[in-house]
């Protein structure tokens, strides 16, 4: 069964940083592209970066030069690293696969306030 864990969220103050983590499960993992989506309250769900097979990645333009995607093959992981957040960045964090997202998760809260 296809299983997505994410942690690393909190509350963080303007111009901090956080570093996401999501484990998945009960699939191809290195056979596919994964990503970071977001929910804020009262939205619609967002794509924010997908990492590629090939390690190319690619961000939604609010993310872009503050937001990093890696990924580890061999431990089934996506990483987000988050620098410069914003107050807008506050939203529940998930990832799933590129492509026909399915089974999600229970997400990461982050929230960045004074």
């Known amino acids: 069964q296809v299983h997505f864990v994410e942690s690393g969220g909190g509350l963080v103050q303007p111009g901090g940083s956080l570093r996401l983590s999501c484990t998945a499960s009960?699939?191809?993992?290195?056979?596919?592209?994964m990503s970071w989506y977001r929910q804020a309250s009262g939205a619609e769900r967002e794509l924010v970066a997908t990492?590629?097979?090939?390690?190319?990645?690619g961000y939604g333009d609010s993310v872009k030069g503050r937001f990093t995607i890696s990924r580890d093959n061999d431990k089934n992981t996506v990483v987000l690293q988050m620098n410069n957040l914003k107050p807008e960045d506050t939203a529940v964090y998930f990832c799933?696969?590129?492509?026909?997202?399915?089974?999600w998760g229970q997400g990461t809260q982050v929230t960045v306030s004074l």
């Open positions: 799933n696969t590129r492509y026909r997202p399915g089974n």
């Open positions: 990492i590629y097979t090939g390690l190319s990645a």
């Open positions: 009960g699939f191809s993992f290195g056979s596919s592209a």
